[in-house]
């Protein structure tokens, strides 16, 4: 390492979870000039599973900030760099600023220099590249480098075509066509513009020739704000034919007057993430969904005493919580459904251990943090573990690690007055419980009909894994529990 990279730190966007390969900068702390120390939270960005807040791993002021608000960054990508030596006055511009000619092998730097934060892991970038080869006359201009980059090809640019160059003769008289010939070929004319993939296939969609593009990121980056402005001035031009024939415009649903009555929203974050994961969920296992009505009337006047009960104080008490307590048991009573199937290896892999997944609808989408080693909780102490859950979900600071590693997930579909669903599995995973809303129903209790406490519960398996047989035991045993919950004392 050079004195210059020394003392300029690049600081890269880390791997915040678990195998993630890119996140979202929602809010810088810092700007240039800024004084940072080791430890202090320098933004938020946010990744596929949570918002997390990136501290800085160096002491010094900041020197540049590479990316806006609101833009997604690849993991190992430089985004910050930080003078950690301010008073020694100026010096040359850091490697990641300029881009020398080279031929030589450049190899990433040791792990053990890297920026990485404790508990992130390092980002996946430890095989070598080469570095772009010099071009005749001068240096490779830094845009070569950042298209190279973009263009997902480390360390290797695509110059534009150039025409071969001919040995001259003494005897040809120099004509204007050839006298302009090498200083064609030695300034590309026909350059790639600079874009993500992203974004090309954004300006793809809407018909833009990017050439046609004035970029506003760094270093001459199109960003997908310049695409859409592009987009807004080509529009009059699109509307043109439709005041000779509006009605085939119209007939065919393309029409500006249709775009502008719509809301287009990116998929990425959480929501990309929840996505992925339930398509690959629902087409992978055999999902088996089975229902059952109960009478809870019990389980909620048992609620009620729990809320005044000494040892519950300051805790959430709530229906949901004696759901899963009565899943708990139930699991413990059977404790084959709490298992997963490895496709690899072709094992099922029963475990000893429950952690319990809750489904949490936040502002950036579902998760499902889980309650680890529940099965072995008292129920105070998963009453104060599901609260602590349920608030740091909605205020989006779930850690990546505390949804990681569940075995089975309650979805609560009757917050939101739903009867009944057919919830799909979260990967990995092998049962779901959607609990249902309690209502006043008519039931028939004791031989005569009687306004009842009444809900129902539907339970999703993996088939692959969990026969009928298994999958009506546990769903019977949670509702035999919560119609007597005192079998959560007899049963346990």
């Given at each position: 390492m050079?004195?210059?990279?020394?003392?300029?730190?690049e600081?890269?966007?880390?791997d915040?979870?678990?195998?993630?390969?890119?996140?979202?900068?929602?809010?810088?702390?810092?700007?240039?000039?800024?004084?940072?120390?080791?430890?202090?939270?320098?933004?938020e960005?946010?990744?596929?599973?949570?918002?997390?807040?990136?501290?800085?791993?160096?002491?010094?002021?900041?020197?540049?900030?590479?990316?806006?608000?609101?833009?997604?960054?690849?993991?190992?990508?430089?985004?910050?760099?930080?003078?950690?030596?301010?008073?020694?006055?100026?010096?040359?511009?850091?490697?990641?600023?300029?881009?020398?000619?080279?031929?030589?092998?450049?190899?990433?730097?040791?792990?053990?220099?890297?920026?990485?934060?404790?508990?992130?892991?390092?980002?996946?970038?430890?095989?070598?590249?080469?570095?772009?080869?010099?071009?005749?006359?001068?240096?490779?201009?830094?845009?070569?480098?950042?298209?190279?980059?973009?263009?997902?090809?480390?360390?290797?640019?695509?110059?534009?075509?150039?025409?071969?160059?001919?040995?001259?003769?003494?005897?040809?008289?120099?004509?204007?066509?050839?006298?302009?010939?090498?200083?064609?070929?030695a300034?590309?004319?026909?350059?790639?513009?600079?874009?993500?993939?992203?974004?090309?296939?954004?300006?793809?969609?809407?018909?833009?020739?990017?050439?046609?593009?004035?970029?506003?990121?760094?270093?001459?980056?199109?960003?997908?704000?310049?695409?859409?402005?592009?987009?807004?001035?080509?529009?009059?031009?699109?509307?043109?034919?439709?005041?000779?024939?509006?009605?085939?415009?119209?007939?065919?649903?393309?029409?500006?007057?249709?775009?502008?009555?719509?809301?287009?929203?990116?998929?990425?974050?959480?929501?990309?993430?929840?996505?992925?994961?339930?398509?690959?969920?629902?087409f992978?296992?055999?999902?088996?969904?089975?229902?059952?009505?109960?009478?809870?009337?019990?389980?909620?006047k048992?609620?009620?005493?729990?809320?005044?009960?000494?040892?519950?104080?300051?805790l959430?008490?709530?229906?949901?919580?004696?759901?899963?307590?009565?899943?708990?048991?139930?699991?413990?009573?059977?404790?084959?459904?709490?298992?997963?199937?490895?496709?690899?290896?072709?094992?099922?892999?029963?475990?000893d251990?429950?952690?319990?997944?809750?489904a949490?609808?936040?502002?950036?989408?579902?998760?499902?943090?889980?309650?680890?080693?529940?099965?072995?909780?008292?129920?105070?102490?998963?009453?104060?573990a599901?609260?602590?859950?349920?608030?740091?979900?909605?205020?989006?600071?779930?850690?990546?690690?505390?949804?990681?590693?569940?075995?089975?997930?309650?979805?609560?579909?009757?917050?939101?007055?739903?009867?009944?669903?057919?919830?799909?599995?979260?990967?990995?995973?092998?049962?779901?419980?959607?609990?249902?809303?309690?209502?006043?129903?008519?039931?028939?209790?004791?031989?005569?009909?009687?306004?009842?406490?009444?809900?129902?519960?539907?339970?999703?398996?993996?088939?692959?894994?969990?026969?009928?047989?298994?999958?009506?035991?546990?769903?019977?045993?949670?509702?035999?529990?919560?119609?007597?919950?005192?079998?959560?004392?007899?049963?346990?």
């Amino acid at each position: 390492m050079t004195a210059t990279e020394q003392r300029f730190r690049e600081f890269k966007m880390p791997d915040v979870g678990e195998g993630l390969t890119e996140a979202e900068i929602l809010k810088w702390y810092v700007q240039p000039g800024d004084t940072v120390t080791d430890g202090q939270v320098i933004c938020e960005v946010e990744t596929a599973k949570a918002a997390v807040e990136l501290p800085c791993p160096y002491d010094g002021v900041v020197r540049t900030v590479h990316f806006e608000e609101g833009t997604t960054v690849d993991v190992g990508t430089s985004i910050i760099v930080v003078d950690t030596d301010p008073g020694a006055g100026p010096a040359e511009a850091p490697a990641a600023e300029s881009a020398p000619a080279a031929e030589a092998e450049e190899e990433a730097e040791p792990q053990g220099r890297q920026a990485v934060l404790v508990g992130y892991g390092a980002a996946p970038s430890s095989t070598k590249r080469r570095a772009r080869k010099a071009q005749p006359g001068g240096a490779a201009p830094a845009a070569a480098a950042v298209q190279a980059e973009l263009n997902g090809h480390a360390g290797t640019a695509a110059p534009a075509p150039a025409a071969p160059a001919t040995p001259a003769t003494p005897t040809a008289p120099a004509t204007p066509a050839a006298s302009a010939a090498p200083a064609a070929s030695a300034v590309p004319t026909a350059e790639r513009p600079l874009a993500k993939p992203p974004v090309r296939k954004l300006a793809k969609d809407l018909g833009i020739d990017l050439a046609a593009v004035t970029p506003t990121g760094p270093d001459g980056v199109i960003t997908r704000e310049d695409v859409h402005a592009a987009a807004s001035a080509a529009a009059p031009a699109a509307e043109a034919p439709a005041e000779v024939a509006p009605a085939a415009s119209v007939a065919t649903g393309g029409s500006e007057a249709v775009r502008a009555r719509e809301t287009r929203i990116p998929i990425k974050g959480v929501r990309k993430a929840t996505a992925q994961a339930m398509v690959k969920s629902a087409f992978t296992a055999p999902h088996v969904t089975e229902f059952i009505t109960v009478d809870v009337t019990r389980t909620m006047k048992l609620v009620q005493e729990l809320k005044q009960d000494p040892d519950m104080a300051g805790l959430r008490v709530n229906p949901l919580l004696l759901v899963a307590k009565a899943l708990l048991v139930a699991i413990k009573r059977n404790p084959e459904i709490n298992a997963a199937w490895d496709e690899e290896n072709q094992e099922i892999v029963r475990k000893d251990y429950v952690n319990l997944g809750i489904a949490a609808a936040t502002p950036r989408g579902l998760i499902v943090p889980n309650i680890k080693d529940a099965g072995a909780k008292t129920l105070p102490q998963l009453a104060a573990a599901l609260g602590e859950l349920v608030s740091t979900a909605r205020e989006g600071k779930t850690a990546p690690g505390d949804m990681a590693g569940g075995t089975v997930t309650i979805t609560n579909v009757g917050v939101f007055g739903v009867d009944a669903g057919t919830p799909i599995l979260n990967p990995g995973e092998s049962a779901i419980l959607a609990f249902g809303a309690v209502k006043l129903q008519p039931w028939v209790h004791k031989g005569k009909v009687k306004p009842r406490q009444v809900t129902t519960l539907a339970l999703s398996f993996d088939h692959r894994l969990v026969d009928g047989e298994l999958g009506s035991k546990v769903l019977a045993d949670i509702a035999a529990i919560l119609e007597h919950p005192k079998r959560l004392i007899t049963w346990a």
